[in-house]
């Protein structure tokens, strides 16, 4: 009985641990200072700032796979225990910018375990927020092309390059793909600029900022009479 109550016990014991282990997992990435990736292939995904990190293990070849344990290295270098189950899949909200690493471990029916996986390593980037800029503060320009106005779009990160594309109005202006644009405007009227800018790590993260610009009408060709 008694050896029945200890075997009980510890087992109770290792499974609130583990347990306990899984839902103390430090959040966020598990390295936020190192440099970023310099080129996609660096890492084996790249990911847009708030996006949930999904990952998936080996499927179970001949129904013998008991458990999967996933673990995740927390900023200090220490490999925690954040999942303790059956399937093969493991998902995570990403909260900060950084590097997220993971490994995993299999047992089996016969509680043989696997030897822990290689890192596989995620980098989230940072919230991307452009701003457009317009030289002077001149947001108005003279019909027929007789002024203009020189937009500028900026990141506040420098550690990242971008891709730029300019719109007006919503439609892409073909060749406007730098992070400046000159606007000259035939017709008078009011016309909405924008530029996307994403990651040049992954281009589908991406933010649009935008900026109105006003066409002035010119003054009617004067007449000169004579006078009184």
Same mark, same amino acid.
Do not use: H
């Given at each position: 009985?008694?050896?029945?109550?200890?075997?009980?016990?510890?087992?109770?014991?290792?499974?609130?641990?583990?347990?306990?282990?899984?839902?103390?997992?430090?959040?966020?990435?598990?390295?936020?200072?190192?440099?970023?990736?310099?080129?996609?292939?660096?890492?084996?995904?790249?990911?847009?700032?708030?996006?949930?990190?999904?990952?998936?293990?080996?499927?179970?070849?001949?129904?013998?796979?008991?458990?999967?344990?996933?673990?995740?290295?927390?900023?200090?270098?220490?490999?925690?225990?954040?999942?303790?189950?059956?399937?093969?899949? *493991?998902?995570?909200?990403?909260?900060?910018?950084?590097?997220?690493?993971?490994?995993?471990?299999?047992?089996?029916?016969?509680?043989?375990?696997?030897?822990?996986?290689?890192?596989?390593?995620?980098?989230?980037?940072?919230?991307?927020?452009?701003?457009?800029?317009?030289?002077?503060?001149?947001?108005?320009?003279?019909?027929?092309?007789?002024?203009?106005?020189?937009?500028?779009?900026?990141?506040?990160?420098?550690?990242?390059? *971008?891709?730029?594309?300019?719109?007006?109005?919503?439609?892409?202006?073909?060749?406007?793909?730098?992070?400046?644009?000159?606007?000259?405007?035939?017709?008078?009227?009011?016309?909405?600029?924008?530029?996307?800018?994403?990651?040049?790590?992954?281009?589908?993260?991406?933010?649009?900022?935008?900026?109105?610009?006003?066409?002035?009408?010119?003054?009617?060709?004067?007449?000169?009479?004579?006078?009184?």
């Amino acid at each position: 009985m008694y050896s029945f109550i200890k075997t009980t016990l510890t087992t109770l014991f290792v499974a609130v641990t583990m347990a306990v282990f899984a839902q103390t997992a430090t959040p966020g990435p598990s390295d936020a200072t190192t440099a970023p990736p310099t080129s996609a292939a660096s890492v084996a995904q790249i990911l847009c700032f708030g996006s949930t990190i999904s990952l998936k293990g080996p499927t179970d070849p001949g129904n013998t796979y008991k458990k999967y344990q996933w673990y995740k290295i927390d900023n200090t270098g220490t490999k925690q225990l954040v999942k303790d189950g059956t399937d093969n899949l *493991y998902t995570e909200t990403s909260a900060g910018a950084g590097y997220y690493s993971y490994q995993l471990v299999i047992t089996n029916t016969n509680d043989c375990s696997s030897d822990i996986s290689d890192p596989f390593k995620v980098y989230v980037l940072p919230e991307l927020t452009p701003t457009i800029a317009a030289a002077g503060n001149v947001t108005a320009v003279c019909e027929k092309g007789a002024s203009s106005t020189t937009l500028t779009a900026s990141v506040a990160n420098t550690n990242f390059t *971008y891709t730029y594309q300019w719109t007006r109005n919503g439609v892409d202006i073909p060749g406007a793909t730098t992070n400046t644009y000159t606007v000259t405007e035939q017709t008078a009227g009011s016309i909405n600029f924008g530029v996307k800018v994403a990651y040049s790590l992954n281009g589908t993260c991406a933010q649009t900022a935008t900026q109105s610009i006003t066409v002035v009408p010119m003054p009617t060709k004067p007449v000169i009479v004579a006078g009184p």
